[in-house]
């Protein structure tokens, strides 16, 4: 309360010389935190049986495709454990975050920031790195679940470190903006439900399998250098191509940057019309 | 209007300066070969003009698409105008409608954003986004949760309460991190007589603390009268009236409201009811009648002490309301609550 008493504009005086003071912007930064502690407080009310949905869809999927693909240090093996990882990032970060966005906009709730003076990066940034991290326990428990069905080795299952936070902005820009611009709240979920199948399709099955046109498809989706990236560090830790690892993961970065961008604009746009 | 006028243009001792405001929306072309018919273009907000002075509590009323939430939404930032200019505490808001997150605490009639924080995280976060560091955030959020009496419910999620308890939850998000400026949408919808009480005493408190400007949106008339300074009636998106309640009510000054309630049907082979047929506003039971006052003393003898008052279940006589001015103002829609 201190910005009102302390300031002499504020109160009611019947002669007021020029403009009154603006109340202060919130800042980047806190407010970006302010807003990820909150989403992150979400996921205990709302979220939690749907992560559980997410790690058993990737858990399901990997069972399934034990009886096909033999155990063993393989590309097909690589492919499944390390495309169902990043597939609970993808029904997250893509697909919940654009019902989220989708629903705000429809039911108005999108007024309640608009008219707080937060810059509108801290509140995509926010609610996208809180989904992201909801994705982490699952794609941890995935990614192990899944070494130890293949045989694969546990040694650099550390990549996902940068694997989740990286595959997660790109994917979670990606689910934001698509939850803003879709004209309706059931075209958002539709849009966010094509992206994680998207994601599931293209990210499991080995690329070396797929007909071109489909390839194509493959390497324009953003969860693809993520899957790729995860999928060489299981060559073990001298075998696998560390250049090519991070020149994945740099894919995911800029791709994470770019839809972040394009989810805060759309943001900005639903927000004031 | 006249009132409005009487201020003079937008300077000292005014909140709010609103001139010639208007926004339509646009109509739909529908589409060739399915349902969907084509909607013509609303215009939402025709021409308003409004004075809102520094300190006043000032409403705004009307039915059901009188534009009001156009209105609004234009002074919080949220729409910008097609015509016309607003000023508010010196800024001119259609220039720079960013500026209104800046000078006003808004409380809309959605709670989504919030439903599933609890009360205590919506009103802290509420804060911190409104720019106040942790410290203070916090701080605020404790007198206010004290303030409305929500300690008990604050762990709770917004969702998990009932529509009256959510609704003052969203009220204490908006008194967080003050503003010069509060714009209520309809704050007391759903809330028990003890919450209300709460709102309003809150309301007086900022107006008294730091003589924060209050516009209040309303369906509610009773409200409306007990706690307006000011008030403007709103009808297809144009200002019909714009004063206090009790000058608005002088408008209708020697009417009253005469209301019959038949037990079963009216006895229409009566002279004295035949002739009050036309006059009444029929709501299933109940007639409705605006009557001058000597009139309506004469029809109630004449029915209380005739063969009509068989067949009367109540009645009633009252002063005129707000309600009544809107209607006799030429108010377009069914009037504004039914109560």
Redesign the interface.
């Known amino acids: 309360?201190?910005?009102?008493?302390q300031d002499g504009a504020?109160?009611?005086?019947?002669?007021?010389p020029?403009?009154?003071p603006?109340?202060?912007?919130?800042?980047l930064w806190?407010?970006l935190?302010?807003?990820y502690?909150?989403q992150l407080?979400?996921a205990r009310?709302?979220r939690i049986p749907l992560l559980f949905v997410a790690t058993f869809q990737s858990i399901g999927i990997m069972v399934m495709l034990r009886g096909v693909v033999h155990a063993g240090d393989g590309e097909a093996a690589r492919a499944v454990v390390a495309g169902s990882s990043v597939l609970v990032v993808a029904f997250v970060a893509l697909n919940l975050l654009a019902q989220y966005f989708g629903?705000?906009r429809a039911?108005?709730?999108?007024?309640?920031?608009?008219?707080?003076?937060?810059p509108p990066a801290?509140v995509v940034l926010g609610a996208a790195g809180a989904y992201a991290s909801f994705t982490v326990p699952g794609t941890l428990v995935t990614a192990v679940t899944g070494c130890l069905l293949f045989h694969l080795t546990l040694t650099n299952l550390w990549v996902l470190v940068l694997v989740v936070p990286l595959s997660g902005a790109a994917l979670s820009g990606l689910g934001a903006a698509l939850g803003l611009l879709a004209p309706r709240q059931e075209i958002a979920t539709l849009l966010g439900q094509l992206g994680m199948s998207a994601a599931l399709l293209l990210g499991v099955l080995p690329a070396s399998h797929m007909p071109a046109p489909v390839s194509w498809a493959r390497d324009a989706l953003p969860s693809t250098y993520g899957v790729e990236a995860f999928a060489r560090t299981f060559a073990g830790r001298s075998a696998t191509d560390w250049p090519a690892v991070f020149a994945d993961l740099s894919v995911c970065a800029a791709v994470g940057i770019a839809s972040l961008a394009l989810a805060t604009w759309s943001y900005r746009r639903a927000?004031?019309? | 209007m006249e009132s409005t006028q009487k201020q003079g243009g937008a300077g000292d001792g005014l909140a709010c300066s609103v001139r010639g405001l208007v926004r339509t929306y646009p109509g739909s072309r529908g589409r060739p070969g399915r349902r969907s018919r084509p909607t013509p273009p609303v215009r939402a907000n025709d021409g308003i003009d409004l004075d809102i002075r520094r300190g006043e509590l000032f409403g705004i009323l009307g039915p059901n698409g009188a534009g009001k939430s156009t209105l609004v939404r234009q002074l919080t930032g949220l729409l910008r105008p097609d015509a016309g200019s607003i000023d508010l505490l010196g800024h001119d808001l259609v220039r720079h409608p960013e500026r209104a997150a800046r000078l006003v605490g808004y409380l809309g009639q959605e709670s989504s954003a919030l439903d599933e924080l609890t009360v205590a995280l919506a009103a802290e976060t509420t804060g911190r986004l409104r720019g106040l560091d942790a410290a203070a955030a916090r701080t605020a959020r404790d007198a206010v949760l004290d303030e409305l009496g929500l300690g008990p419910i604050a762990a709770r999620p917004l969702k998990r309460l009932s529509g009256g308890q959510r609704r003052l939850a969203c009220f204490a998000a908006a008194l967080v991190g003050p503003r010069p400026v509060l714009v209520l949408d309809e704050p007391t919808t759903g809330m028990d007589p003890v919450a209300r009480r709460a709102v309003w005493a809150a309301v007086d408190r900022r107006r008294t603390e730091y003589g924060a400007t209050v516009l209040l949106v309303t369906h509610n008339v009773i409200e409306a009268e007990t706690v307006l300074d000011r008030v403007a009636v709103l009808d297809r998106g144009r200002v019909i009236a714009c004063d206090t309640p009790v000058g608005l009510r002088s408008l209708v000054e020697g009417e009253v409201r005469l209301d019959l309630v038949w037990r079963l049907e009216p006895p229409g082979e009566l002279a004295c009811v035949a002739a009050l047929r036309p006059l009444a506003e029929v709501a299933g039971r109940r007639w409705t009648l605006r009557l001058p006052q000597d009139r309506a003393r004469a029809v109630v003898a004449e029915i209380t002490g005739g063969p009509a008052f068989e067949a009367l279940d109540d009645f009633t006589l009252a002063m005129p309301s707000l309600e009544d001015v809107y209607l006799a103002l030429g108010g377009s829609g069914e009037g504004l609550v039914k109560l």
Not at chain 1, 1 to 5: E, G, H, N, Q, S
Not at chain 1, 10 to 16: D, F, V
Not at chain 1, 22 to 27: D, E, K, S, T, V
């Open positions: 309360m201190t910005v009102a008493t504020l109160s009611g005086e019947r002669a007021a020029g403009p009154a603006l109340a202060p912007r919130a800042r806190p407010s935190g302010a807003v502690r909150a407080s979400r009310v709302a629903q705000l039911s108005g709730g999108l007024d309640h920031y608009a008219t707080l003076p937060v801290a927000a004031c019309r």
